[in-house]
């Protein structure tokens, strides 16, 4: 049984990031509040046939920056879990830098409401939702 990787740690720059943020390229900027922002390095590993970023490397961009908004109103002993991810693509992605910003919207005792972007040269691409439980 391996152990979590504690991602308050890994914001305070304590400890390396779990796998999923190496193989993406996501690198945790700030993560406060339940406020996160972090940039991905995008290289051409992600890009499709038409030489723009497959919208599921958007999402798993997402998916990891809205954790560390929750991770950054957790207690040590609370965990997390994904009940949906949904995602709205508004212009395509390309090779360069993009930066994904996430906001706990609504918390509850059981399940927060957040919502993330990502954005490269200033213009939003994306769009993601999700409500995630508190374990």
């Known amino acids: 049984m391996t152990t ?13 990031p779990p796998a999923c943020d190496k193989t993406l ?15 991905w390095n995008i290289d051409e590993r992600f890009l499709n046939g038409h030489q723009v970023v497959m ?17 950054s109103i957790l207690e ?10 949904q995602t709205t693509f508004l212009r395509p992605l390309h090779t360069g830098t ?4 996430s906001t706990i919207v609504k918390q509850g005792r059981k399940t927060c409401y957040v919502e ?11 769009k ?3 409500s995630i ?3």
Do not use: P, W
């Open 133 to 135: 439980m508190i374990l």
């Open 76 to 85: 040590s002993n609370q965990g997390f879990a994904s009940i949906n991810l």
């Open 55 to 71: 919208g599921g490397f958007i999402t798993s961009a997402a998916d990891i920056t809205m954790a560390y908004s929750m991770a």
């Open 25 to 39: 390229g996501i690198h945790v900027k700030t993560a406060i509040a339940g406020k996160a922002v972090c940039t």
């Open 128 to 130: 993601i939702t999700s």
């Open 4 to 16: 979590m990787i504690d991602l308050k740690r890994v914001i305070a720059g304590e400890i390396e």
């Open 116 to 126: 993330a972007t990502v954005s490269q040269n200033g213009q939003y691409a994306a």
């Open 98 to 101: 993009a930066t994904v910003e």
